[in-house]
């Protein structure tokens, strides 16, 4: 009885071990943030930021004023601000593949919180097209939290005063 106990022993660990390194994080995660601002102030800033391409580069997918959500993409990231915003964790064959464009779908969801203030959170959907020749691979890709804090710096941002 003892030597099968101490035979099963092993195998139940190494199944553990396993079903364990078998859980990943989850890829994207919400960054948030307390605005000291009323929830309609921000929506309206961060509509018009993702509206105005020429301030953010992004395109403004959807934004529901009923939900206080806002969807907004961003395709063809430069190799700077791709570096500062995400990882693709790649496999060693797919380290000498070079991006080819970097995208991005960014998420706000806006909750009051208090009499004046707002709840919000912002999560950042990446994905990298990579190539090398003919080759090619779309990844998905793993936040740094950076866009999201720029974004949730905007968000805190008070308009000017007219």
Request: net charge neutral.
């Amino acid at each position: 009885m003892l030597k099968r106990a101490l035979a099963i022993i092993p195998a139940a660990v190494l199944l553990g071990v396993s079903v364990a390194m078998a859980i990943d994080q989850p890829r994207i995660i919400p960054r948030s943030q307390h605005i000291d601002r009323p929830v309609e102030q921000v929506y309206g800033t961060l509509k018009n930021y993702f509206a105005d391409q020429s301030l953010s580069l992004f395109h403004l997918q959807s934004a529901d004023p009923k939900t206080n959500t806002i969807v907004a993409t961003r395709s063809g990231i430069d190799d700077q601000h791709w570096r500062q915003w995400a990882f693709c964790p790649a496999s060693g064959v797919h380290m000498l593949f070079q991006l080819q464009d970097g995208s991005v779908t960014v998420t706000v969801k806006l909750q009051k919180s208090g009499k004046n203030g707002t709840f919000a959170s912002v999560t950042a959907d990446f994905q990298g097209d990579y190539a090398l020749g003919a080759n090619e691979q779309k990844l998905a890709c793993t936040s740094k939290d950076a866009l999201e804090d720029e974004i949730l710096t905007v968000a805190a941002a008070a308009a000017p005063r007219k």
